[in-house]
């Protein structure tokens, strides 16, 4: 167990910081509407680390007025907590911030045993709960199993391109030629520096990416499941990484890495699991085909660049491809829609995104860097045209980086949308 004496010091210098926090001066994030702050149910924050996870619940309290106790665990001097020091901890909240605060923010619980029977106790208290964490498994299995249902959970990734151009003063709504050509060289910055917020202001770039990595792969995944060999966690990581937006062959990647494919399919769940990749399967309405190969993508382009001998390629058209999932995911979460990718046989065109409501199609999306020639006009087109007769869907988007306009094609309207325009919208 730990002393209390040292709870209650990480705690008092916790609270001393969060004192001096101004949220008018923070980017507000989309999520922030998420939260049910009237509801008794816990409000879950989960994402990759340093997406900013505890800033957006210190803005969301801070501005709505609530008084509340904070406990941050990812703290070197709570390393090895247990659920019996969490009512210490519990106690050292009230005597920091009196007892009658109606709100307790746990900052990265996901480590402590046991936290959601704490949890559960506090909700059934009517003490009303925010918590955050890194790791997707964790937290979905012991909320929905020890929760029975009583939590909300917000996902949160990094900056989005609208939230990067807040950050940097970015005007996104100026028509002057002066104003569009900001946003060309902010959104050609993003694509490669990515969207984690304490990156935007950090001049070592790569040193910050490299942290970040071996923090999710050491705290988040080796400390959480056991793992021994973390050099073959690491090269899948950097495989999967350096192949963004490509189907997963665990037999090649197997092959090339000299690790058994039953370890890479496990490793590549964990780095799922921790938000450093995130998987798209593809659209069929058989379940086993919806299993079967299933692609990469990475949380934030950041990651492509910034580490040790990425040898990360310059296609911008895997960069826009991968910027625009994740914000589908962001958009998506809205609704409660999901995204997939569609290739009715080996030899068809594919189509990047479908955006389905349960097994209605409700939009086919292609990304595409470049359509200025025939031949690439032609390829991504037709592939739109096809899969909208397959899967009865008329709204068809192309994203590029070409002017917004609509085109008429076998009777057929297809949405032309600037990248910037759309990751905007």
């Not at 210490?88 to 920091?96: D, E, G, I, P, R």
């Not at 494919?261 to 964990?270: A, L, M």
């Not at 997939?340 to 086919?364: G, M, S």
Request: proline share 2%; with cysteine; hydrophobic share 40%.
């Amino acid at each position: 167990m730990i002393e209390e004496r040292i709870i209650l010091q990480v705690l008092a210098e916790q609270r001393d910081e969060i004192r001096g926090y101004d949220p008018s001066r923070w980017v507000v994030r989309r999520e922030e509407s998420l939260f049910e702050f009237d509801s008794s149910l816990a409000q879950v924050v989960i994402g990759v680390r340093r997406s900013g996870k505890s800033t957006l619940c210190h803005k969301v309290l801070l501005e709505h007025g609530i008084r509340y106790g904070y406990v941050n665990l990812d703290d070197d001097r709570l390393l090895g907590m247990k659920a019996e020091d969490l009512n210490t901890a519990l106690s050292c909240v009230y005597q920091l911030y009196g007892t009658d605060i109606p709100y307790l923010f746990l900052d990265e619980i996901q480590d402590v045993d046991g936290w959601h029977l704490f949890v559960n106790r506090l909700l059934r208290s009517k003490i009303r709960i925010f918590v955050t964490g890194s790791n997707a498994k964790l937290l979905s299995s012991e909320l929905a199993t020890h929760l029975t249902g009583r939590y909300n959970e917000i996902r949160l990734f990094p900056f989005s391109f609208s939230e990067y151009c807040a950050f940097h003063q970015i005007d996104t709504a100026d028509i002057t030629t002066k104003a569009d050509a900001t946003r060309k060289s902010a959104f050609m910055d993003y694509i490669v520096t990515g969207g984690f917020p304490e990156l935007q202001s950090i001049r070592n770039k790569r040193g910050y990416i490299e942290s970040l990595i071996s923090a999710i792969l050491e705290k988040d995944i080796k400390r959480r499941f056991k793992i021994r060999n973390v050099d073959a966690l690491r090269k899948i990581a950097n495989h999967l990484i350096n192949n963004a937006c490509q189907e997963i062959n665990y037999d090649d990647m197997s092959g090339i890495l000299g690790i058994s494919d039953k370890t890479c399919k496990k490793y590549t769940d964990y780095l799922r699991q921790a938000f450093l990749i995130q998987i798209l399967i593809k659209h069929s309405f058989k379940s086993k085909n919806r299993i079967r190969n299933p692609k990469a993508y990475i949380v934030d382009p950041g990651f492509q660049n910034n580490r040790e001998n990425s040898m990360a390629g310059e296609n911008i058209g895997w960069r826009l491809e991968n910027v625009v999932y994740i914000e589908l995911l962001r958009r998506c979460a809205y609704d409660f829609r999901d995204v997939y990718y569609y290739k009715a046989n080996p030899r068809a065109k594919e189509v990047d995104f479908v955006v389905c409501d349960k097994d209605q199609t409700l939009e086919l999306i292609q990304v595409a860097y470049e359509i200025d020639t025939q031949k690439s006009f032609n390829r991504e087109t037709s592939a739109l045209i096809q899969a909208a007769g397959r899967l009865h869907c008329d709204n068809l988007t192309l994203v590029a980086f070409a002017p917004t306009r609509d085109i008429q094609i076998h009777g057929k309207t297809i949405h032309i949308l600037s990248a910037i325009d759309w990751l905007l919208y």
